[in-house]
Nanobody
């Protein structure tokens, strides 16, 4: 079993920055992707960014490309999401996700076996 714990959410003004962290514990696996998804009220959960821990390759949703950066620490069990130039439409609960094996499509939430509890990000205009 793997546990994912997110932190770093909060309230920020438009144009500001936040850094989210996702720490993995339990039966840690060295391969497989970790990702961030978000869900705004009344909307479906959507892909934000993913990182292949085996080689560091990253993937981004078009809506956040150039503003958000996903990265990992040297242990490969903590993943970060640096969010810059935040917009009110970025307001959502942000979830960390992980899967022990390769995924053909990193943007599909159904492919991930493990999820965190979520952290709220609110961007005021």
């Amino acid at each position: 079993q793997v546990t994912l714990v997110e932190s770093g959410g909060g309230l920020v003004q438009a144009g500001g920055s936040l850094r989210l962290s996702c720490a993995a514990s339990g039966r840690i696996f060295s391969t497989g992707p970790m990702a961030w998804f978000r869900q705004a009220p009344g909307k479906e959960r959507e892909f934000v960014a993913a990182l292949r821990r085996i080689d560091g390759t990253t993937y981004y949703a078009d809506s956040v490309k150039g503003r958000f950066t996903i990265s990992r620490d040297n242990t490969k069990i903590t993943v970060y999401l640096q969010m810059n130039s935040l917009k009110p439409e970025d307001t959502a609960v942000y979830y960390c996700a992980a899967n022990p094996t390769y995924l053909r499509d990193y943007s599909l939430s159904g492919g991930y076996a493990y999820w965190g509890q979520g952290t709220q990000v609110t961007v005021s205009s």
